[in-house]
């Protein structure tokens, strides 16, 4: 079964809901800051082009049912401030990775933490996965430090596993089993 959509899931500060087509204009300030994709696997968005090509692979992940793409609402101010993925599900495994980028004006706030937890949340209950998963490289200091407050275990690092932007990188993986998560 594919992974199903929730309409939306919320914590104190923020709206995390399914990505819309007309979410991309305010996503161009998050994904067209070279800083905020520093350690992301696609290139910083430049023009309206290049998050419709980023939209359409996010529509084709999501149709083989194996990925959700969230927006982040700002609830006080309305305002869409990053997102937040879900995908590589395995359904027999019952584990999904996640996936999240936070605009440079929302950094430092606690924002992706309480995002995460809502995330997890829903990911351990409704959902009802054991095993979620993340990988980050070694100098995204502040991404490594959100999985270890969230609860996040270092499983290990993975040599030169992926190539993105013309250079191999090594990423850390990271792991979070349901029995271990305690919610905040
Ligand atoms: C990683 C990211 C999501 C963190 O979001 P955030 O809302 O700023 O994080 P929080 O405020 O919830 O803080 C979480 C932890 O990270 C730490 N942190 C946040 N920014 C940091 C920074 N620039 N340097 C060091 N630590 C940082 C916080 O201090 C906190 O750790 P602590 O509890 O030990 O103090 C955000 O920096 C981001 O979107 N970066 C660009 C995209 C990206 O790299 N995504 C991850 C790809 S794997």
Redesign the pocket.
């Known amino acids: 079964m594919p992974l199903a959509a929730p309409a939306a899931i919320e914590s104190p500060r923020l709206l995390i809901r399914p990505l819309a087509h007309d979410d991309l204009p305010a996503l161009m300030p998050v994904n067209g800051d070279d800083?905020?994709?520093?350690?992301?696997p696609y290139a910083t968005w430049r023009t309206p082009a290049d998050a419709e090509a980023w939209y359409q692979r996010i529509q084709s992940l999501q149709a083989g049912g194996g990925a959700l793409q969230f927006v982040l609402v700002e609830k006080a101010a309305a305002r869409l401030v990053?997102t937040l993925l879900l995908f590589r599900h395995d359904e027999n495994s019952r584990r999904a990775e996640l996936?999240?980028?936070?605009?440079r004006a929302?950094?430092?706030?606690?924002?992706?933490?309480?995002?995460?937890h809502a995330l997890i949340a829903h990911a351990f209950g409704v959902m009802d996965l054991r095993r979620l998963e993340?990988?980050?490289?070694p100098a995204?200091?502040?991404?490594t430090?959100?999985l270890?407050?969230v609860g996040f275990v270092r499983e290990g690092l993975l040599r030169q596993r992926w190539v993105a932007r013309g250079q191999p990188y090594d990423v850390i993986a990271f792991g979070l089993l349901r029995h271990e998560y305690r919610s905040p």
């Open positions: 800083e905020v994709t520093r350690f992301l990053g996936g999240y980028v936070l605009g929302g950094w430092g706030r606690g924002l992706m933490t309480e995002a995460l993340a990988e980050v490289q995204n200091v502040a991404s430090r959100l270890e407050r």
